[in-house]
């Protein structure tokens, strides 16, 4: 019997593996009911969490850094905005239509937020969706699309972000993932405006151009130069405010450690413990470690930079486009890992992307994003009521290291796939009224 579909992983004639499509073009019925369930739990779950918490807009983070300049450009004094906007504020550039409605109404700090913060979980949940039919139209199971539905819309990663106050976490990791999706499917537009959208939102986002241009069968450099020039357009307002190119680029680019030093990264055991600090007027308890002086405020340029030669390796090894976003997963993980100011929310990135490569190119349960997400509610969540912190930092580097050298060898080749994740099996379709 002669297939009309090629087996998963052909190439067609434009040059892109028919896996890396969009998922929806693969084997399966449109299912409308069970769509329509996806699209109600994708919009109503977002809206419940953000309207049915109390949230402390004045005492989190977005009342103590971006409240005062988001509500001066809401009023359309712009000038004053770029000059006290914090290194995030293109992000709020990017969230400001949704929030103008609060601020013509005269909305509170929590209204604002509430409506600023909205964009970011329905960014989220739309990629939900987008992987859970994915997963459905592939002939996976109920199951694992609303798995890969839920860790989207209903994460305590999620709560915690907006607990703190940084919603824009979260869009940060959709748009990174969706860059990398929309680049294994060859669309290089949409791959560069999401992939820009993604440095604009945070300059973690930079991670990701690696692998993007991995996964894109073609049009790299369209990429780069697209995705450069929304990412300069968005933040060039706030670094050209800053008196000086330097100044600027420092505002963006660098954030002083200071006294902020967390467990779950690896300079913990490299620091020195507990003192008086005279300058602050504070006194840091012996059971709690100050970072080290060599450190300073170079952790965030190093983590970006070691994204350079571990995206290059991946490049030389030759890692397929699917595997582009295990290695986007892994660089994610590498920016916990490295960051001394490492709190929970900074794992969404790695756990999407975990989630996306499991689902979208494996398309199967979404295992390995169920145990990080369980994994990262235990360390940063749990242990901290109920140990100390040095036993929270071996908590999360003995886990994460372990999860680095399993995805590193997939990602470079140094294991055969079939030992970290079973491929999915081909199946051909007859043509209608061919017997078999």
């Not at 140990?387 to 580097?397: C, G, H, I, V, Y």
């Amino acid at each position: 019997m002669q297939a009309l579909k090629r087996p998963v992983g052909g190439a067609d004639r434009d040059g892109v593996s028919a896996l890396y499509r969009d998922p929806l073009h693969i084997r399966g019925r449109e299912r409308p009911r069970e769509l329509a369930l996806f699209i109600l739990l994708a919009v109503a779950t977002p809206i419940a969490l953000i309207w049915g918490w109390p949230w402390n807009a004045r005492g989190n983070d977005f009342g103590a850094e971006a409240a005062t300049s988001f509500a001066a450009l809401l009023h359309g004094h712009f000038a004053t905005f770029v000059n006290t906007a914090p290194a995030y504020g293109a992000s709020l550039l990017l969230r400001a239509p949704f929030a103008l409605p609060a601020s013509l109404a005269h909305g509170s700090t929590l209204t604002l937020y509430r409506f600023s913060a909205l964009p970011c979980l329905l960014a989220l949940a739309a990629l939900g969706v987008w992987l859970a039919r994915g997963l459905r139209r592939s002939g996976a199971g109920l199951l694992a699309a609303l798995a890969a539905l839920a860790i989207c819309v209903a994460n305590p990663i999620t709560f915690r972000a907006l607990q703190f106050g940084h919603p824009e976490e979260l869009l940060g990791a959709t748009l990174c993932v969706a860059a990398v999706l929309l680049a294994q499917r060859g669309r290089i537009s949409w791959a560069a405006l999401a992939l820009g959208l993604a440095i604009a939102n945070k300059q973690w986002g930079l991670l990701a151009i690696g692998p993007v241009l991995i996964a894109a069968p073609r049009g790299r450099w369209r990429i780069l130069a697209g995705a450069g020039a929304v990412a300069f357009a968005l933040t060039s307002p706030i670094t050209l405010a800053s008196g000086t190119l330097t100044v600027g680029v420092s505002r963006i680019a660098t954030t002083p450690t200071g006294v902020i030093f967390h467990p779950q990264q690896i300079f913990w055991f490299f620091a020195r413990r507990g003192e008086w600090l005279p300058k602050q007027g504070i006194f840091i308890p012996r059971s709690f470690r100050l970072p080290p002086d060599w450190l300073g405020d170079r952790a965030h340029l190093i983590i970006v930079a070691l994204g350079v030669p571990l995206s290059w390796l991946a490049l030389r090894r030759r890692t397929s486009p699917g595997d582009a976003m295990l290695l986007l997963a892994l660089l994610m993980l590498v920016r916990c890992w490295l960051d001394p100011w490492d709190i929970i929310y900074y794992m969404a990135p790695f756990v999407v992307s975990l989630l996306a490569w499991e689902t979208a190119v494996n398309r199967r349960l979404p295992v390995y994003a169920i145990v990080a997400t369980v994994a990262t509610w235990l360390t940063f969540w749990y242990l901290p009521d109920h140990t100390n912190s040095d036993a929270q930092a071996l908590a999360f580097l003995i886990p994460s290291t372990l999860a680095l050298a399993l995805m590193a060898a997939r990602v470079y080749g140094l294991v055969p796939s079939r030992w970290l994740v079973r491929p999915p099996v081909p199946r051909l379709t007859r043509a209608p009224g061919v017997p078999s």
